[in-house]
């Protein structure tokens, strides 16, 4: 940010990963920072080595002390974290100047070039490709990612010098409104967050609103067919992109056993013979978007995309390879990210490609009760497409139970015959017990947190 006012900054809910980039951003610049979360992570230990002063206890005791002045410390939330925790009290009623974690965001995209990434899937890969080929270059950038990049192990990538800033623009409870693009990408729009938005109508205007945020002679990146209705301002240049048609596409594909090579068609040129280096089917349409975010923004060397877009080695959590046995049919783990019906679709799907002749089984876990009770019926013909069903219960995240809410309302409709409804602690030894040939872990929860015993066990199996 441009305005130095503030020495200490105080994060609410600080081992989010998205608040994890900021914290690392304010450490960067010599700033004091603390903060508060639930629990303790892998995420918040690192945090704690970089400098940060993270605790454990909700109460105000817990606040150190040199971040009790209002004058000299600024306070930064996430809307996850509730109202009525007693340090966010203690900071409201003691005048502290208190914003969320997406306004501060906003502040950062006005003093640079900001590339914004929304959609409700492929956000964070396409900003992840975009921000790793920014870093392939003489340009850098600096970099908020809602998950950590393999490359460089972090969600956040900093540059002194770099004009540009590369930013997952989050559309839940609006978030991405307070920013400011030059140029803003669109991936997709199937309805999500109907907790906060209550209708798919209220959900495209959020959106379609994000499209009037884009700065004068900036550029809107927007997949082909959406049901959206852009209103970007007059000088805004638009621009459409898929895998098979519009602005950006593809042709030419070639697959082979774990290999995808395409030509990508722009309006500067093709490129041709893009290798990908984290070659799963749904991966072509995000680097499209991710260099048609940078040919709008004036960067377009073929040579460094085509290197980058191969040493791309992806986030932790998308497509994640965690066992592959060296011989042709051995056994494979795929970790993914997907908490939607459509990702869990492309995800299953992407597998599939990748994997043609396999047996597929999929162990999923719900995210949220309020999306588990709005897509109940898409998930389950999403998840209908495994040959074997491992199916959670649901993660609660923020939410309190609702009634009458459970897995089973996906279970009950998944056309797959060999399906179990199982409790998570008993995923390790259900798969376990089970010869499974290819694996999908899938959800935004902590299925992943299972996944080192899981790994360790089929690898040791004969």
């Given at each position: ?10 994060f ?23 903060g508060?979360?639930?629990?303790s ?14 605790t ?68 964070t ?11 392939s ?23 002194a ?42 959900y ?13 002679g ?10 959206l ?5 007059d ?30 068609v ?25 260099v ?19 040493s ?15 011989a ?8 993914d ?12 799907a992407?597998?599939?490609?990748l994997?043609?002749d396999?047996r ?15 897509f109940?019926?898409d ?36 056309k ?14 259900t ?18 947190d ?11 199996r004969?």
């Amino acid at each position: 940010m441009s305005d130095n006012s503030y020495q200490n900054i105080y994060f609410v809910g600080a081992g989010g990963i998205g608040m994890a980039a900021l914290e690392r951003y304010f450490l960067s610049r010599g700033r004091n920072v603390a903060g508060y979360d639930r629990t303790s992570t892998p995420l918040t230990d690192a945090l704690r080595a970089e400098g940060a002063d993270i605790t454990f206890s909700p109460e105000a005791e817990s606040i150190p002390e040199a971040f009790r002045d209002p004058a000299t410390t600024l306070v930064v939330y996430t809307p996850a974290v509730p109202a009525d925790l007693p340090i966010l009290e203690y900071f409201r009623s003691h005048g502290f100047e208190i914003m969320k974690r997406a306004k501060v965001l906003g502040l950062i995209t006005r003093d640079t070039r900001a590339l914004c990434f929304a959609g409700t899937h492929g956000k964070t890969t396409t900003s992840s490709m975009a921000a790793h080929i920014l870093q392939s270059c003489s340009i850098g950038c600096n970099a908020f990612l809602g998950g950590v990049l393999k490359n460089y192990n972090s969600n956040f990538l900093l540059s002194a010098s770099s004009p540009f800033s590369v930013i997952e623009a989050d559309e839940y409870d609006r978030s991405f409104h307070h920013l400011s693009p030059t140029v803003a990408v669109i991936t997709a729009t199937d309805p999500d967050h109907l907790d906060i938005y209550g209708t798919e109508e209220a959900y495209l205007e959020s959106f379609a609103h994000f499209t009037e945020l884009i700065r004068p002679g900036g550029a809107l990146i927007i997949h082909e067919g959406l049901k959206l209705k852009p209103r970007p301002a007059d000088g805004v240049r638009v621009y459409t992109y898929s895998r098979d048609k519009g602005d950006f596409h593809a042709s030419y594909i070639r697959r082979t056993p774990g290999n995808i090579t395409f030509d990508m068609v722009t309006p500067r040129g093709t490129i041709r013979n893009i290798n990908l280096g984290v070659p799963v089917e749904v991966n072509i349409e995000n680097s499209i978007a991710a260099v048609a975010a940078l040919c709008a923004a004036d960067i377009f060397d073929p040579e460094v995309i085509r290197a980058a877009l191969s040493s791309y080695q992806g986030t932790k959590r998308r497509f994640e390879t965690w066992l592959k046995e060296d011989a042709g049919n051995g056994r494979v783990i795929i970790d993914d990210y997907a908490h939607h019906p459509e990702e869990l679709r492309k995800s299953i799907a992407s597998i599939r490609a990748l994997y043609p002749d396999r047996r597929l089984t999929v162990a999923f876990q719900p995210h949220l009760y309020s999306r588990t009770r709005d897509f109940a019926d898409d998930f389950a013909d999403a998840l209908s497409g495994a040959d074997s069903l491992i199916l959670l219960d649901i993660y609660p995240a923020r939410e309190e139970p609702i009634p009458g809410v459970s897995s089973e309302m996906i279970f009950k409709n998944v056309k797959t015959a060999d399906k179990v409804l199982i409790a998570k602690e008993k995923l390790v030894e259900t798969l376990k017990n089970r010869n499974f040939d290819l694996l999908l872990t899938v959800g935004a929860g902590d299925i992943c947190d299972y996944l080192p015993q899981i790994v360790s066990d089929t690898a040791n199996r004969q």
